[in-house]
Nanobody, 121 residues
């Protein structure tokens, strides 16, 4: 399975971006998907996840601002990011195929290459 993340960019605080993660392979619908992010000098952290049956989870820092979804036909997962804040600046990674807790890096088998999101104040 290969994951291709896209949609990052430079945005002013208060703006919106939508990240996309396209997956290859036939078994996409059986994978839990997630987004993590890593800011400079910090550890990679969980942002949001969606299970294969559509159950969603969010980090407290993004609840009410970010929304995760998936399109089974297109084999894509999306992260809609609204009301962006400078603290959201990070490289965002998509991940797939979970076998542990939804917010743990170690739980996911496949990772995309990351897309940079920069939010200016």
């Amino acid at each position: 399975v290969q994951l291709q993340a896209s949609g990052g960019g430079l945005m002013q605080a208060g703006g919106s971006l939508r990240l996309s993660c396209e997956a290859s392979g036939r078994t996409f619908r059986w994978y839990d998907m997630a987004w993590f992010r890593q800011a400079p000098g910090k550890e990679r952290e969980f942002v949001s996840g969606v299970t294969r049956d559509g159950t969603t989870n969010y980090a407290n820092s993004v609840k009410g601002r970010f929304s995760i979804s998936r399109d089974y036909a297109l084999k894509r997962a999306y992260l809609q990011m609204n009301s962006l804040e400078p603290g959201d600046t990070a490289v965002y990674y998509c991940a797939a195929d979970r076998s542990g807790t939804y917010d743990s890096i170690q739980s996911y088998r496949y990772w995309g290459q990351g897309t940079q999101v920069t939010v200016s104040s």
